[in-house]
T-cell receptor, first 115, second 114 residues
């Protein structure tokens, strides 16, 4: 069965420090996409970064990078130089095309950035 | 402005009273989907549509119906709502159904069924 696991319900980080949010996934499909979305307290869902299963290099988007370890089935999000505006809920998600064109989300990690 | 819109944003209703939540996108996206968000469970997919007249069940389809008669619209129908359908609902769309497309989300609809 396809599954996304985020084991950190909540995390604290000091402003300007880096933080890693964990995500592990499970699928038997060799082709999949991994995504991170941010949900601020206002409620909207914001796309942050994408990693394809066949990508050789880790994805980066500004202060966001994805630490993709395929053998370990992990896709951790790294936020560098945390800002107060990074305080939000973060969701890891996977798109697979086996058994339907579905998207599976993790339970999320709430990040608190301290001044 | 490229966007996904949902209406209503907030709805309080009673058990058994049929309701429809509308979703519309102006990006000519082929793929549209509905999710519900519950604390501790993340987002769970209810239904999705790969194109006009093509819909399929997600992981939690019970109690919901959808239709896709036009490319831009994908309404979510609750024929007989129950309290366990109280949740935050998101509509999303993407250019295609391939696993490399990010999804664009609507603002959410907070539904309370009493």
């Amino acid at each position: 069965a396809q599954k996304i696991t985020q084991t950190q319900p909540g995390m604290f980080v000091q402003e300007k420090e880096a933080v890693t949010l964990d995500c592990t996934y499970d699928t038997s499909d060799p082709s999949y996409g991994l995504f991170w979305y941010k949900q601020p307290s206002s409620g909207e869902m914001i796309f942050l970064i994408y990693q394809g299963s066949y990508d050789q290099q880790n994805a980066t988007e500004g202060r966001y990078s994805l630490n993709f370890q395929k053998a370990r089935k992990s896709a951790n999000l790294v936020i560098s130089a945390s800002q107060l505006g990074d305080s939000a809920m973060y969701f890891c998600a996977m798109r697979v095309n086996t058994g339907g064109f579905k998207t599976i989300f993790g339970a999320g990690t709430r990040l608190f950035v301290k001044a | 402005e490229a966007q996904v819109t949902q209406n209503p944003r907030y709805l309080i209703t009673v058990t058994g009273k049929k309701l429809t939540v509308t979703c519309s996108q102006n990006m000519n996206h082929e793929y549209m989907s509905w999710y519900r968000q519950d604390p501790g469970l993340g987002l769970r997919q209810i239904y999705y549509s790969m194109n006009v007249e093509v819909t399929d069940k997600g992981d939690v389809p019970e109690g919901y119906k959808v239709s896709r008669k036009e490319k831009r619209n994908f309404p979510l129908i609750l024929e007989s709502p129950s309290p366990n359908q109280t949740s935050l609902y998101f509509c999303a769309s993407s250019f295609g159904s391939g696993n490399h497309y990010e999804q664009y989300f609507g603002p959410g609809t907070r539904l309370t069924v009493t």
